[in-house]
């Protein structure tokens, strides 16, 4: 007889009602959680969204000079085309093959441009040869194969980027798409940084679970697992602090990336944001730029020892600097190649190859400083007249210039080596003098060459735009002119008095008594020789006749901007306005009387290529082409037999019709000639800072200088004699 169970003990009710209680708790917490993990979630899906179907970066303003423009009977020869060339970082090569490569023979140069995406269209990437003989272009041949292509009419160069307009952080990265990376680099990253990149979902678990088991067993950190999605949002949305939360946070929006977004998206997200060196104050993010910063080129002339470096450079850009550790560099480089043979994307061969190349890291790279700062600083200005500072730091615009590099040099390096010369004449301590240079189209007011001061790579006070001096005799064309204009009066050939005479002022202003400058008078000159001469006393006596408002009022149309008040002094110069507003008036002069506002920009477009604002010329007559001429034909006798004659007349081919106009003011303070050619208008200026006397009139000192710019130039005669 089987024994009776034993009854069962029954859980106490609140035993039972305690575990369910924990359960809801926890139900309820997982809910909770989910909902919070579910917003939060969201939260973070919005800024990678908004992060990534905006604009992701700023972008600064991209700086441009004149494109060259070569055409079959251009005034250009092999030197200076080869020069503009090696001025875009071309390659000279045996063969050409590729776009940037060009190979000169003689007189004939045979290249392949980069194609650009000017204001008015992209220009594709051309092969051509280009013949010269004499100093004139004579034949250009299209060399693109056996396509039917025609050989260009004109062959337009890529425009040198002359400089950045960056925001407050100065970041910098040039961007590339997708199809523009590599297949070398893009593999060299994979092999190196994220094997798994093109199958996992934004985190690789295998690999998390490989460092976390590497870093128990060493008792600190000696391995990560981070993917190139991971890479991208710590670069692109955290800081760099290392906690628990920022690496969940990282590992989050990492998988929702990967969810919103291709690998292609994220590869070239990646590629533009990845910080690759320290140009100074300017961070180098992206391939893009890196390229240009250590190699001198465009990513897509990279070699692949080139890509494998800059992928290296990702663990750590300053550890593997290859300019300051090359031999670190060369040992990381190595590891790249390795990781890229070991998945099969390099043979043995190409391998030893890539590994035994020399790094090809250029010396000095190119400084994201602009070479031109007083130029660069014109632009900013007449830049903010139609943007707002903003738009110029992150918006990525590409402002297209004036500047044209090889006149720019030639005004450079004309000014700084004259104010030696001229400082010994006077024997004055060395770094005395000061200059400033202007050159300019009188046609179209478009600005090629702008120096304001021997320190032509310092950014600090520019003498063109800020220096306010007194102009001196550089006047007396308007004073002249404004008589001139009063035909039925005033011609080349009235005769004015050249005698003392007392100016006396109205309503107790004092009285005035002009003298010449060599105390001489000579009693009745003609004006057109008065003004050759530059005499004090017939231009006082005339800008008497005509009265002070048709002085002052011709000055304003000729483009003086300062508030001219009409005291007599004004007519010998007793204005103090900046070089630039000088050439304005001088620019009118030249082009016949038509007034072009001096600019020096050309277009602008996003960063697109997409024309955002156009700067047409604005041309208005303000003097009548008879007077114009009659003042032109007098300025030219300034050089044949006036002033500048001792110098210019004698440098020059009478042929080319000269004119211009010298210009000293008390104590021989200030120095100054603006002159012209059919084609080309220069000003220049010397003096002191501290505003001592130089000892130097306008035909001893700036003249000198500007002969010495102006026999450099290809210049076109002068109409008018």
């Not at 494998?308 to 480089?333: F, I, N, Q």
Request: aromatic share 8%; net charge neutral.
């Amino acid at each position: 007889m089987k024994k009776p169970e034993a009854p069962r003990k029954r859980r106490p009710s609140f035993v039972r009602g305690l575990f369910g209680l924990i359960g809801l708790c926890l139900l309820a917490a997982t809910l909770v959680g989910a909902v919070l993990l579910y917003n939060y979630a969201s939260h973070l899906d919005g800024v990678i969204r908004t992060q990534f179907e905006g604009k992701r970066w700023a972008l600064p303003a991209r700086v441009y000079a004149r494109p060259l423009e070569a055409f079959v009977g251009a005034t250009l020869n092999a030197e200076q085309l080869q020069h503009e060339l090696d001025l875009l970082r071309y390659r000279r090569a045996d063969s050409i093959d590729g776009p940037g490569l060009y190979r000169r023979n003689g007189d004939t140069l045979e290249l392949s441009t980069r194609g650009f995406a000017f204001w008015d269209g992209t220009e594709a990437s051309r092969h051509v040869r280009v013949g010269f003989r004499d100093g004139t272009l004579v034949g250009l041949d299209g060399l693109d194969g056996l396509d039917g292509q025609p050989s260009p009419d004109v062959l337009r160069l890529e425009p040198f980027e002359i400089a950045g307009i960056y925001p407050a952080h100065h970041e910098d990265r040039v961007l590339v798409r997708r199809q523009d990376l590599p297949k070398p680099l893009v593999d060299a990253l994979v092999a190196t940084e994220d094997r798994t990149f093109f199958e996992h979902f934004g985190i690789d678990l295998k690999g998390v679970a490989r460092a976390a088991l590497a870093n128990l067993r060493a008792g600190r950190t000696v391995q990560g697992a981070s993917t190139l999605t991971q890479q991208l949002v710590k670069n692109f949305f955290l800081s760099n602090e290392r906690t628990l939360t920022r690496k969940l946070n990282e590992m989050l929006m990492a998988v929702l990336i990967d969810a919103h977004y291709s690998k292609d998206d994220i590869l070239e997200a990646y590629s533009n944001e990845i910080y690759l060196g320290q140009d100074g104050a300017r961070a180098i993010h992206g391939f893009g730029l890196a390229a240009r910063f250590y190699f001198d080129r465009p990513l897509g002339e990279l070699s692949l020892p080139q890509m494998a470096l800059m992928v290296g450079l990702v663990k750590g850009p300053s550890y593997y600097d290859p300019r300051r550790h090359p031999e670190r560099a060369k040992e990381r480089r190595g590891i790249v190649i390795d990781a890229m043979t070991e998945l099969g994307y390099l043979d043995a061969a190409s391998a030893a190859a890539a590994k035994a190349a020399p790094l090809g890291v250029v010396e000095r790279p190119q400084s994201g400083i602009t070479l031109y700062p007083n130029f660069v600083d014109l632009v900013q200005r007449q830049l903010r007249e139609s943007y707002r500072e903003q738009d110029l730091t992150s918006e990525g615009l590409r402002i297209f210039t004036t500047l044209d590099p090889r006149l720019q040099d030639i005004a450079e390096r004309t000014l700084v080596a004259s104010l030696p010369v001229l400082e010994k004449s006077q024997r004055m301590k060395p770094e005395t003098l000061q200059g400033a240079v202007v050159l300019a189209s009188p046609d179209n007011g478009e600005v090629y060459a702008l120096v304001g001061g021997r320190d032509v790579r310092l950014a600090g006070f520019n003498r063109v735009l800020d220096a306010r001096r007194p102009a001196g005799s550089l006047l007396k064309p308007a004073v002249y002119l404004a008589a001139l204009e009063d035909s039925e009066h005033y011609s080349l050939a009235s005769s004015l008095h050249d005698e003392p005479f007392t100016w006396r002022i109205p309503g107790g202003g004092g009285d005035w008594s002009p003298h010449n400058y060599d105390k001489r008078y000579r009693g009745r000159v003609m004006l057109r020789d008065a003004l050759a001469k530059s005499m004090n006393v017939p231009t006082a006596w005339i800008a008497q006749q005509i009265g002070m408002d048709r002085v002052v009022e011709t000055m304003k149309r000729l483009g003086a901007k300062q508030d001219l008040k009409p005291y007599p002094a004004l007519v010998l110069g007793a204005a103090d306005l900046s070089p630039f507003e000088i050439a304005q008036m001088y620019q009118t002069l030249a082009s016949g009387g038509f007034r072009a506002p001096l600019r020096a920009i050309r277009e602008v477009t996003t960063k697109d290529g997409k024309p955002l604002s156009r700067y047409p010329l604005d041309i208005q007559q303000v003097v009548k082409p008879g007077p114009a001429y009659l003042i032109i034909n007098a300025m030219q006798a300034v050089v044949r037999e006036g002033t500048a004659a001792g110098l210019a007349g004698k440098a020059f081919d009478r042929k080319l019709g000269l004119a211009g106009k010298t210009g000293t003011t008390d104590d021989l303070r200030d120095s100054w000639f603006a002159g012209f050619s059919g084609n080309l208008m220069a000003l220049v200026w010397v003096g002191r800072d501290d505003n001592q006397p130089t000892g130097l009139s306008g035909a001893t000192g700036a003249l000198r200088t500007w002969v010495d710019l102006m026999k450099q130039l290809p210049l076109t005669p002068l109409d008018p004699a």
